[in-house]
Nanobody
Framework: QVRLVESGGGLAQAGGSLRLSCAAS????????VGWFRQAPGQERQFVAA????????YYGDDVKGRFSISRDNDKNLVYLEMNSLKPEDTAVYYC????????????????WGQGTQVTVSS
């Protein structure tokens, strides 16, 4: 079992930046691949980014490619989501998720989820 806690959300202006963190406890984060998803009111949970166990491979949703960057520090049990050139449509609750072997990087079917952190981007 691994517990995930997101932090770093808040209010940003369009064009600005935020960095989200996902802290793991209970198990070594290096045992898990990690994804970031987001969900806006009335919408389905959307894939944002994912990273493999040692950070060698990363994957991004089309809406964030070129603007967001996912990274990890397994020594600190942390995964980061650096968000640049933010747009109002990036407004959502952002969740990190972990799975020992994800069935698919893009599907919201990871085993473990955090509670989410709100990101609001004003125009």
């Amino acid at each position: 079992q691994v517990r995930l806690v997101e932090s770093g959300g808040g209010l940003a202006q369009a064009g600005g930046s935020l960095r989200l963190s996902c802290a793991a406890s209970g198990r070594a984060l290096s045992d898990f691949a990690v994804g970031w998803f987001r969900q806006a009111p009335g919408q389905e949970r959307q894939f944002v980014a994912a990273i493999d166990w040692n950070g060698r491979y990363t994957y991004y949703g089309d809406d964030v490619k070129g603007r967001f960057s996912i990274s990890r520090d397994n020594d600190k049990n942390l995964v980061y989501l650096e968000m640049n050139s933010l747009k109002p449509e990036d407004t959502a609750v952002y969740y990190c998720a972990a799975d020992r072997v994800p069935r698919s990087w893009h599907l919201a079917e990871y085993d473990y989820w955090g509670q989410g952190t709100q990101v609001t981007v004003s125009s």
